[in-house]
């Protein structure tokens, strides 16, 4: 009870503050504090005229609201989207605004803004349960925390001053860097007008809701030297992308006895009278795995997130590689997709890893169980780790008992040496997160 009426508290002040940013301009908030503090120290009459400021400064800000009214702008706005953006690079893109009315606006400013979920009172329970301290300091993290949970709707976009507004319709690049991965909303945009005072600014919404899907962070990776062998695939690589088991088409030839129905070519039998059937082959070739651990466990947010762009920046390396590529990450369920040799492209790849989430504690135990299902179609697995248990551990041995080239990029804060790490493979790499770019730049 106590922390839904906090809940309400801290958004409605949060909500109030966002107002008071948006609509004041800095002389505005400037004449606001001078008036609270005119009421305060005037509040004697008799001892003191200061309250003489205030009504001085009350009439101005009434003028500045009643004249922001008058401002009749009507405007529409065109987004032109990239595809994708990337964590941490620059996101440009272009917006268009039309005026609609026959008059030339000057002193304007676009104010671009992201969505933003505020928190529910499920995260406030748990937000709670981490933060046991006393209520005043209590209160001081949950408003940092708030700011957090707005600076995680992707980004910040700085407010853009515009030249002046006629009928030809204007044209204005904006850029930001996004901050995390994912889908990021752009929510409706507006447009500031201030009154003549330059008090307060008049907002006029441009309705403009967009997305645009943001990658995760690549790093240069050296080409892997794991020396996977070329292994069967029964149906060759087009059973990678589809549920069968069809073959590589080869050739035509006369139907033989026992020869599946389901492989009979049709057409030709229409043509010439007589049962032809497809003839098949299957393939030998490269098939590698790259393993994410997506259990995060007591490890922070941000290893996790280095751990989804280590796995990201080595699907981008395989793009050159004749080979195909196993995504296999567990989330609501165990999940594998395939990229590579004509089947799929890695941006798709990309696309998945953007969107992947964290799991549930049993979730390596039923990644183990899908690999180990699939190890005889691969020749060589990558994996990507942040923990180092004796699970993991033997997860491993279990892997080069097959025969199979195994990498592990371990992902750790800091805490963790080469020397605690016991039964390591061969293509071992431990990977400090606060450093990453360095770390993989040094392989």
Request: charged share 20%.
């Amino acid at each position: 009870m106590r922390q839904g009426f906090v809940l309400r508290q801290y958004r409605k002040v949060y909500r109030f503050d966002n107002w008071m940013r948006r609509h004041f301009t800095f002389t505005g908030h400037l004449v606001v504090a001078f008036m609270i503090a005119a009421a305060v120290f005037g509040v004697n009459t008799k001892q003191s005229t200061t309250y003489q400021l205030f009504v001085f400064l009350l009439a101005l800000l009434v003028f500045a609201l009643l004249n922001s009214t008058f401002n009749r702008l009507k405007v529409t706005l065109t987004r032109q989207l990239p595809r994708y953006g990337m964590v941490g690079e620059p996101l440009r893109y272009s917006v268009t605004l039309a005026n609609l009315t026959s008059r030339t606006y000057d002193r304007l400013a676009l104010c671009e803004q992201l969505a933003e979920t505020l928190p529910n009172s499920a995260q406030l329970k748990k937000f709670y349960q981490l933060h046991k301290q006393p209520w005043f300091k209590q209160g001081v993290s949950f408003r940092r925390w708030l700011r957090y949970l707005a600076y995680q709707r992707g980004g910040v976009i700085a407010e853009t001053a515009l030249p002046e507004l006629a009928q030809t319709p204007l044209q204005v690049k904006i850029s930001f860097i996004p901050t995390r991965r994912g889908t990021i909303t752009f929510a409706d945009s507006y447009l500031a007008k201030p009154d003549l005072l330059g008090l307060f600014r008049r907002l006029i919404e441009l309705k403009a809701r967009q997305s645009c899907l943001v990658l995760p962070k690549h790093y240069p990776v050296k080409p892997l030297a794991l020396a996977g062998k070329r292994k069967y695939q029964a149906g060759g690589v087009s059973l990678a992308n589809s549920v069968g088991n069809s073959s590589e088409f080869m050739s035509l030839r006369d139907y033989q006895r026992g020869d599946p129905l389901n492989s009979i070519h049709w057409k030709s039998f229409a043509r010439h009278g007589k049962l032809i059937v497809k003839e098949y082959q299957d393939e030998y070739f490269v098939r590698r795995a790259l393993l994410l651990d997506t259990f995060v466990g007591d490890a922070a947010a941000e290893q996790f997130e280095a751990a989804v762009s280590v796995a990201a920046s080595i699907a981008v390396n395989e793009r050159q590689n004749e080979a195909l590529l196993d995504l296999m990450f567990v989330g609501l369920q165990t999940y594998c997709f395939t990229a590579g040799r004509g089947v799929d492209q890695i941006p798709h790849l990309q696309e998945i890893l953007a969107a992947v989430q964290s799991s549930e504690e049993d979730s390596f135990a039923r990644l183990q169980l899908a690999v180990l299902a699939r190890v005889g179609l691969c020749s060589s697995l990558v994996c990507v780790l942040m923990h180092w248990d004796e699970a993991r551990q033997d997860f491993i041995k279990q892997l080069a008992a097959h025969d199979l080239p195994v990498a592990v990029f371990l992902l750790h804060d800091g805490s963790l040496s080469r020397q605690q790490c016991a039964n390591k493979p061969e293509h071992f790499y431990l990977l400090d997160y606060h450093h990453l770019s360095e770390q993989l730049a040094g392989l």
